[in-house]
């Protein structure tokens, strides 16, 4: 089997920036030839983050932010090619997720924005892009596109495993060992998190989760926020941060609470959602496998393995593959997916009326 290289970018809700891969799909497994992080500017991050939520002259400042994703994305494929030995004639496509400001499957709509076109124009590389909306148009949630991905690099006929990505919002792929595939997002990963520790330290995130580690969970907070009705919809279900933001806390934060005490609630929070929905919706897991940026929050990794106890809970680290990684990976693999006019979406994760080939094509 002849190598293909593809290129995937992966923007994701926790808003840090682009992780860009390289990829090469053979007879085995697939494998990283190279990665590179590429993080948005402070102006850029903050427009992003605006853009999630109603605003004045959305359109324009959606296009000129689409237009600035693009040449970010563009600068980590360079950075790509500048550590490889292979030019951009020899990329078969670059996968590329965008990045997503609204999400409505309910109303027949999602949104990523960054400029497929001008990527193309500027990395002189076919651009594959849009994969939700075809799913959404089937009648799917659009979300998430991963557990495809995760089938065919972590699925074992020896034991059901559940995957998780702890990105801005956290998502789960079942994996039976009979084959069967299931996933849905279960609520927010980093996003309450990141959004509050910007808030009232003025960092991006909370490194190590050693801030939230000082403080006390409030049990009545806790409790109000575990009543948001997302957490018991059943599967095909899907969020962003349209939905779980400093809005959605703030109308349930009631009185004056010391911050660090909120910080260490949020924890509890993605915590516990994420652990009482492999209870519930993902039977006989034997390990659960994370990925993701929440990884190296290792407060909520040692939170989380107290709570999914006796399941074992590893880093995709242990599978050959990056927990960073492991998304923009799925893009490069969709994008190929595309290219060979097969499906990428699974009918049993979105919802979706059938399998569909997804993705726009964007020519060099």
């Known amino acids: 089997m002849k190598l293909e290289f ?9 808003l840090d920036g ?3 891969v390289l990829v090469e799909f053979g007879p085995r497994s697939p494998r990283i030839a190279s990665s590179a992080h590429h993080p948005f500017d402070p102006a850029l991050r903050a427009e992003l983050l605006a853009l999630n939520t109603p605003g004045e002259d959305e359109i324009e400042r959606a296009a000129v932010t689409g237009n600035e994703l693009a040449r970010c994305y563009a600068a980590a494929v360079a950075s790509l090619l500048k550590t490889s030995a292979l030019r951009r004639q020899e990329i078969r496509a670059i996968g590329c997720h965008g990045q997503t400001v609204r999400h409505h499957p309910e109303r027949g709509y999602t949104l990523q924005i960054g ?19 075809r799913d959404v148009a089937a009648g799917g949630q659009g ?18 495993r559940t995957v998780l990505n702890l990105g801005g919002i956290a998502n789960l792929t079942f994996l039976a060992r009979d084959g069967s595939v299931a996933g849905f997002d279960c609520g927010p990963g980093n996003c309450l998190m990141d959004s509050w520790c910007a808030a009232h330290l003025g960092e991006p995130f909370d490194r190590g989760g050693e801030w939230a580690a000082g403080g006390g969970v409030d049990d009545e907070l806790l409790g109000r926020l575990l009543q948001e009705p997302y957490f018991a919809l059943p599967p095909p279900k899907s969020t962003g941060r349209d ?3 400093e809005v959605w806390l703030r109308a349930r934060l009631g009185d004056a609470l010391e911050p660090r005490s909120v910080q260490a609630t949020l924890l509890e929070l993605t915590a516990r959602s994420i652990a009482e929905a492999v209870g519930r919706h993902c039977p006989a897991t034997a390990r659960v496998i994370a990925c993701g940026g929440g990884t190296g929050n290792s407060a909520l990794m040692a939170r989380l393995g107290e709570l999914l106890r006796p399941v074992e809970l590893e880093t995709s680290d242990r599978h050959g593959i990056h927990p960073q990684l492991v998304e923009a990976t799925a893009f490069a693999w969709l994008a190929r997916q595309t290219l060979r006019n097969e499906p990428g979406n699974l009918p049993s994760v979105t919802g979706a009326r059938g399998p569909r080939v997804l993705g726009a094509v964007y020519p060099p």
């Open 6 to 14: 593809y290129v995937g970018l992966m923007s994701g809700t926790s």
């Open 18 to 20: 682009v992780d860009a």
């Open 115 to 133: 400029n497929a076109a001008l990527l193309a124009e500027l990395a002189g590389i076919r651009v594959v892009s849009d994969f939700r909306s």
């Open 143 to 160: 979300a998430p596109l991963a557990p495809a991905f995760h089938a065919a690099l972590f699925g074992s006929r020896e034991e059901s």
């Open 243 to 245: 939905h779980f933001n």
